[in-house]
């Protein structure tokens, strides 16, 4: 279970440093992590759900996840970069240099230099949420570790 953090917690850092600084559907977020990955806060879910799953200990659960994030995360994304194309015109120069998912190791150069993290949006957003219900889940986890022994 302990191994699974080394995941779980960049994966929460990682959605809660992006939740701060993206306005969704109200401009086109390029600094902070979307200077590194076009889609932080979808890395953060996987790594917190890989967590997870290398937790559970079971490559079947691996698999079966992996399969998941591809059915459901790469049409939700192309969908989503459809719709940043069609609002944004500075989207295909962002996306040439900014990575879909695995991120860069220096950040993008970008025109926002202005972008900063705000505490508003990271609460706007709501991303608490996946630290408490991360929480929750090893919390679970570790009530059932108990019973077993």
């Known amino acids: 279970m302990l191994a699974s953090l080394l995941l779980v917690a960049p994966g929460l850092w990682?959605?809660?440093y992006a939740a701060g600084y993206v306005?969704?559907?109200a401009e086109l977020t390029r600094t902070g992590p979307y200077a590194y990955t076009r889609n932080p806060?979808?890395?953060g879910s996987m790594l917190i759900a890989f967590g997870?799953?290398?937790a559970s200990g079971s490559w079947i659960v691996?698999?079966?996840l992996a399969a998941l994030f591809v059915a459901i995360y790469l049409?939700?994304?192309?969908s989503e970069e459809q719709y940043l194309r069609e609002h944004f015109s500075g989207?295909?120069?962002y996306a040439a240099e900014v990575p879909r998912l695995l991120p860069r190791l220096t950040p993008a150069s970008t025109n926002d230099a202005a972008g900063r993290f705000s505490r508003q949006l990271y609460l706007h957003h709501r991303e608490y949420n996946a630290l408490m219900g991360a929480g929750a889940i090893y919390a679970a986890l570790a009530?059932?570790?108990?019973l077993r022994r």
């Open 14 to 16: 990682l959605r809660g």
């Open 23 to 25: 306005r969704k559907n």
């Open 41 to 43: 806060l979808y890395l």
């Open 52 to 54: 997870f799953a290398v």
């Open 62 to 64: 691996l698999v079966v």
């Open 75 to 78: 049409p939700t994304i192309l």
């Open 91 to 93: 989207f295909d120069a």
């Open 143 to 146: 009530v059932l570790l108990y």
